[in-house]
């Protein structure tokens, strides 16, 4: 079974905090991708990388950064956290090679974030 | 499948009624597109999914259908059941853009027993 485990399901920080959120996928998956999913806005890209220590902004990167050292794991950094940054975040994988071409996201179990 | 609001959609249906769920994609040159579940508290998860050049697919109590002229995807559920009570959104896939995924805002599938 391919799995994808974000080591935090609940945490509650304050405001300036540094909050590390980790990802980690146990499928050899090259992409990695950050979420966030808030109610009526769907989920909006954080970032995304490519390949080990590779990363590109998505849709919504301002106040976060990520870190892939390593090919399974994906790091999301929230520097000084804020109260707008209360959020659920959800990490993916895939495989987006040729010959197998689907590109079918696979997910965590999310982390629930609360800024106070 | 893009639209802006604070409240999902939402569909309500009897244990046992079959279920149909609607997305609007955006854009005509993607070429896959996943259905996911996503269930409260929990991670999507896939469900089914369809290629570009296809217009149906079947899977265990759930169909999709694609109908690429007016971008519209549909999932269907039959026989729906208490546990099939979750969150369902679209996700559409362009290979010529790196692979980008767009996803759907989601539909809340409420069941009624």
């Known amino acids: 079974d391919v799995k994808v485990t974000q080591s935090s399901r609940y945490l509650v920080k304050r405001t300036g905090e540094k909050v590390f959120l980790e990802c980690v996928q146990d499928?050899?998956?090259?992409?990695m991708f950050w979420y966030r999913q808030d109610p009526g806005l769907g989920l909006r890209l954080i970032y995304f990388?490519?390949?080990?220590?590779?990363?590109e902004k998505g849709d919504i990167p301002e106040g976060y950064s990520v870190s892939r050292e390593k090919k399974e794991r994906f790091s999301l950094i929230l520097e000084s956290a804020s109260t707008n940054q209360t959020s659920m975040y959800l990490c993916?994988?895939?495989?987006?090679?040729?010959?197998?071409?689907?590109?079918?996201?696979?997910f965590g179990e999310g982390s629930r974030l609360t800024v106070l | 499948g893009e639209s802006v609001g604070l409240h999902l959609p939402t569909l309500s249906v009897q244990e046992g009624d079959n279920s149909i769920i609607n997305c609007a994609y955006s854009?005509?040159?993607?070429?896959?597109f996943i259905w996911y579940k996503q269930e409260s508290g929990k991670g999507p998860q896939f469900i089914i999914d369809?290629?570009?050049?296809?217009d149906k697919r079947q899977g265990q109590r759930v169909t999709v259908l694609l109908n690429k002229t007016v971008k519209h995807l549909s999932l269907q559920i039959a026989a729906t059941q208490p546990g099939d009570s979750a969150v369902y959104f679209c996700?559409?896939?362009?290979?010529?853009?790196?692979?980008?995924?767009?996803f759907g805002q989601g539909t809340e599938l409420s069941v009624k027993p």
């Open positions: 499928m050899d998956h090259e992409n």
């Open positions: 369809i290629r570009s050049n296809m």
């Open positions: 990388s490519y390949d080990v220590k590779m990363k």
């Open positions: 996700a559409e896939i362009s290979y010529n853009q790196g692979g980008k995924l767009i």
């Open positions: 854009n005509s040159a993607s070429d896959y």
């Open positions: 993916a994988s895939r495989f987006l090679g040729q010959g197998r071409n689907t590109g079918e996201l696979f």
